[in-house]
């Protein structure tokens, strides 16, 4: 039976990647222990798992080991060995017109995947197998599986996206091993109830991914199934030279990612362990360096590429739409698929249904579910029913997620309507690992296949921690004490840096050490701690911004409901000191690296529609939650202590001709802490929040000369007797400024919203002559030319709809006066702009129509004025909205 199970696992897993894979192909021998494939070309359809419109031009797995000691179980682990895994991928975005029959079938295939899917989904390690003795048996291997994955190389070339400038990325391994360790590190094999108890460790040799940016694209002159094992690995190790396996490498690749190595552990507790102090799940991942380099025409032919993709789905979601024709030969028929697809997209915009279409799709739904429960019952052993014609003809005028859904209903339906049959059999059923297909004539052949006695069933049952007739139940609950951690999870890298590139030459860098994440989940508390060593950004010019420490630059902990205090979360965070430089050259080049030309409006006007609705829908669910919060009482504790930068903006100006002028700005010190409930009085605390914010030690001077941060800031005041420095002109003297807030919980028409209470102590500001022109020297460093602007894309010059109209703005204390304001409007796509007048180059308003309607008021509700709209989400009331 194992042997079939083997096969049967084998050509279920690896039949969708592999050609001429079959049971009857597989040479297993299982009680022997030992199953390999080797040399196995890959079907054009590996990827068709990730959606994408990509598909295998080439692809080769060297070999598949897989190795079970039956013989020595309780001594050694199983062996999982992947070799050379080579694939080349190409584009595949050409969507043409399909006929009916088409469509439809590709719709039952796609129903069909999705509900296979989720049956499978529900099926996998169920509750009934983890306490069989099949599920230790496989509990035992998984928990001791040793595997080796080595030489992955993933390429994807693409001709189309950007013509005329071909690239080419790719993703590389070198080798990823885990086994099952000890204590000290070494190799061990873990008995009875293996995947209670695992430690686990993982290493992980140069991962990488690369972008090349105008490449020649591999090609050989004969066929790819025709090529030799050892040709396999020439191409995909130096590429390809006059149409034959290239012999070494002659490009070198761009990496996006550098190669990372690095490690990382697995250990898992029992539940009933007595050691409290340790998590029940704990992770460490620890990385050497971790380097992301991206250049500007691998950002420009990602951007193209995404162009590509997005067209690809456009034109995919209206295939069976498009006419099979050419536009010459039958406009017509091409104007009513553009009719049907305007139609389309308005039917789903509007989301609404008349009355008629819910009655039908309520008596559908009823029909549909009792039909297809009735024909799985019928037939116990299908899964799917793909060939009733009632069925179909139901699934002609319903959408896929539909009938889906409604399949899975069915399922659910039937499963409770035999739910009492099953329990009868189960109890008349004895509860061993012989229930599980194994008769006393199989068993006996089983036997002698295996040559396992009595004996070697009773040492294998102990290895795997089975004992027949207790259905290997857990003698001891979970512990769900609060302050027991469940999961650790710790991130280490000693060093990541992110660049950007073009032509070869550095745009800027910036470079961490030492970051370290941990997270810790409890039964309901959860523990997120953050600590950066340092960090440095830096350009050909000149350093931009370091970190003033080497250690604990950055320390953050946020803590979700603490069960060592009285609050619902608490955020603690502190900063250290940071010294920043203006340097114009580099910040324009950085701006100019990403205002990219290949940006289409489309790519555009869809991430900015994205960015739109994600922060609209944050927006909306933090503002949700901070009102429940608020009428809940609920509290929170808050510990901000940022030492805010140290900036400083040099000038080409220099009074003497030798010392150049530098404005130096010490932004001070920024605390924000949540007041305690101690130190106001009880009524204040039922209806206000309390915050604390002082900003503290901020001050602005001029300096003449040589001035580093580093060398004077700890020194106190800065005297021009300096060698350094031969002229000092303070602007502002130290000062700082203390608030206390109070933010209402809940409105109340008697209290108000926001209470606020400044104190200033003192402010000195210093006017001169020489500081005026040195001022002057610093507006210049920020005014830039108007040819700078001239290029910038403004979306409203290219608008679908323009024209004038009124805005209605509240205004005044508390916005309670109603003021309309003459404003041009621009509606570009599905954004709405609101200009001054018309030409301006900045707008005043902007509005993402995505998720909202448009729809009349009634001019009674706004002060018997016509002709008025309003943009909002579609649960806004009408007086809400005025």
Known sequence: MLEDQVAYLLQRYLGNYVRGL???????????????????????????????????????????????????????????YLDRIYLLAEPETQVEGYSEDVVQKTKKSRIHDMEMKMLESRRILTTEMNKSWLGSFINTIIGNLKLSISSIHIRYEDLESNPGHPFAAGVT???????????SGKEAFVTGGALEQLHKSVELERLAVYLDADISPWHITKPWEDLKP????????????????????????????????????????????????????KAAVSLDDVTICLSKSGYRDLLKLADNFSSFNQRLKYAHFRPLVPVRSDPRSWWKYAYRVVSDQMKKASGKMSWEQVLKYATLRKKYISLYASLLKADPGRETIDDDKDIEEL?????????????????????????SDINLKKQNTKKSWWSFGWSGEAAEDGNQLGHFTDDDWKQLNEIIGYKEGDNNEQLVDKDDRGDVVHTSLEVHMKHNASRLAEAHELVAELSCENLDCFMKFYKDAKVFDMKLGSYRLSSPDGLLAESATSYDSLVGVFRYKPFDAKVDWSMVAKASPCYVTYLKNSVDQIVNFFESNAVSQKIALETAA??????????????????????????????????????????????DSFHPTKLLLDLGNLIIRTQDDDDVSRYETDIYLQFDVVLSDVSAFFVDGDYRWSQHSLKGPVRSSQSSIISYLPVIDKCGVTLKLQQIRSEDPSFPTTRLA??????????????YHRLMQIAKIFQGDDNDTEDLIRPWDQADFEGWLSVLNWKGVGYREAVWQRRYFCLVGPFLYVLEAPGFRSYKQSFSLLGKQVYAIPPDAIGDVENVLAVCRTERSTNKVV
């Open 758 to 771: 400044v104190r200033l102590p003192f402010l000195g500001f210093h006017f001169s002559p020489a500081r």
């Open 395 to 419: 699934d002609l005028e319903l959408d896929i997620e539909l009938i889906v859904q409604w399949r899975m209903l069915a399922h659910k339906f039937l499963e409770k309507s035999v739910q």
């Open 173 to 183: 391994l070198e080798k990823l091993s885990a086994s099952t360790v000890d204590d």
């Open 610 to 655: 994205a960015v739109q609705l994600t922060i609209d829908e944050v927006k909306r669910s933090a503002q949700q939650q901070v009102n429940r919060a608020l009428k809940d009482h609920a509290r929170f504790f808050l510990d901000l202590d940022i030492a805010a930068p140290k900036i400083t903006i040099p000038t080409e100006f220099s009074p």
């Open 230 to 281: 050892s040709e396999w690995d020439q191409v995909f190790s130096f590429g390809t030279k006059d149409g034959k396996p290239a012999s070494g490498l002659f490009q070198e690749h761009t990496y996006v990612l550098q190669p990372v190595t690095g490690n990382a552990t697995y250990l898992k507790q029992r539940s009933n362990s007595s050691n409290r102090d340790q998590p029940l799940q």
């Open 22 to 80: 079959s049971k009857e192909a597989l040479s297993i021998s299982v009680w022997q222990g030992n199953v390999e494939l080797t040399n196995m070309q890959l079907k054009p359809e590996a990827l068709n798992a990730l959606k994408l419109p990509v598909k295998v031009k080439a692809g080769f797995l060297g070999s598949v080991k897989l190795k079970v000691p039956w013989s020595r179980i309780g001594q050694e682990p199983v062996l999982v």
